[in-house]
């Protein structure tokens, strides 16, 4: 399986600012999404990023607030920007891999966002 | 739509012992894949175990198996001989082919010594 890091493991900061979260993949891969879990909640998917796309949005997360970049095939970045304290949130990256026969999905260890 | 439902939002278990984790989930595609996450304090997701639809055996791992009911669309997460490492939320998934994991609410499982 995929090992995934994540930059930063973990930040506190104010609000009115942004901060862009790192995600690395030991291998090629061509789907990478980004994840938000709010305290004590499940995993909500913000977007998926594809490399020479732009990235696709689900209900709810505009660009604007949450920019990502897909530079090549092992490789992401999120920004969560003008934040304010509901942005307070784990954020996870994964990826897939994909066969004809199976799927999974593997995760990062998460950046831990405190917006005070 | 899919749809994953946890209706267990806490469970506890004596160590050694043996606990059963619901899971029900709805979908109109008949190619899907389900799995168990396993989320620690330290909030990395684990894949604990996965089961393709189109299998009638339920998939094992381990002290780790699932009871796959698909016409009930029931997929259970069994754990035996409970360890104090498997204290954790653990989350349902579905995955039908948009791209997109959906994920359960979850269920905080404490392992009591």
């Known amino acids: 399986s995929a090992v995934i890091s994540q930059k930063p493991s973990r930040d506190i900061c104010q609000r009115g600012t942004s901060l862009t979260i790192q995600c690395q993949v030991d291998s090629q891969v061509t789907m990478m999404f980004w994840y938000r879990q709010q305290p004590g909640q499940s995993l909500t998917l913000i977007a998926t990023a594809n490399q020479g796309s732009e990235a696709t949005y689900e209900s709810g997360f505009v660009i604007d607030k949450f920019p990502i970049s897909r530079p090549n095939l092992t490789f992401s970045t999120l920004t969560v920007s003008n934040m304010s304290p509901e942005d307070s949130s784990i954020y996870l990256c994964s990826v897939e891999e994909m066969t004809s026969y199976s799927y999974e999905q593997y995760f990062g260890p998460g950046t831990r966002l405190t917006v005070t | 739509a899919q749809t994953v439902t946890q209706s267990q939002p806490e469970m506890s278990v004596q160590e050694a012992e043996t606990v059963t984790l619901s899971c029900t989930y709805d979908?109109?595609?008949?190619?899907?894949?389900l799995f168990w996450y396993k989320q620690p304090p330290s909030r990395q997701m684990i894949l604990v175990i996965r089961?393709?639809?189109?299998?009638?055996q339920n998939a094992t791992e381990n002290r780790f198996s699932v009871n796959f009911q698909k016409a009930a669309k029931s997929f259970s997460l069994k754990i035996s001989d409970s360890q104090l490492g498997d204290t954790a939320m653990y989350f349902c998934a579905l995955f039908a082919g948009a791209n997109n994991l959906f994920f359960g609410t979850g269920t905080r499982l404490t392992v009591i010594p």
């Open positions: 089961q393709e639809a189109y299998k009638q």
């Open positions: 979908t109109s595609e008949n190619n899907y894949y």
